[in-house]
């Protein structure tokens, strides 16, 4: 072998081996090994899946998510706007809880409230 052809090969395997790198550090295993649920910095397990929820409320109001690996509320991303209702549509992690604010009042509905009907619904007006 000339040398061009030694330093090509090297340089391939030195090529082939940080892609095997890469893709092996990219790959999210959780502790079964199933992938499904993989962990944040917290510890904390992060549901692979999304749920779509239609939320609405009487005046309108702004919309907050909270997904469980955050510590506190924000304006859900993908969305064009944060005012209700949104029906349908608004994709959140399992486990997502979801606050309305209204003229400084404020009701939060937490993932076990909702999950089953995949819908939001409250009327400020009300007392």
Not at 52 to 65: D, R, Y
Not at 79 to 91: C, E, H, M
């Amino acid at each position: 072998m000339t040398r061009n052809v030694e330093v090509l090969l090297g340089v391939g395997i030195v090529v082939v081996v940080i892609v095997i790198a890469i893709l092996v550090r990219s790959w999210d295993v959780s502790s079964e090994g199933r992938g499904d649920k993989p962990l944040v910095p917290s510890g904390k397990a992060v549901p692979a899946a999304a749920v779509s929820v239609s939320v609405n409320a009487v005046p309108w109001a702004n919309v907050f998510i909270k997904r469980p690996v955050d510590d506190s509320f924000i304006v859900p991303p993908n969305i064009t706007s944060n005012i209700t209702p949104i029906r349908g549509g608004l994709k959140v992690p399992i486990g997502t809880a979801i606050r309305l604010v209204y003229e400084g009042k404020q009701k939060t509905f937490g993932y076990e409230s909702w999950k089953t009907t995949e819908r939001i619904s409250h009327n400020f007006l009300n007392p």
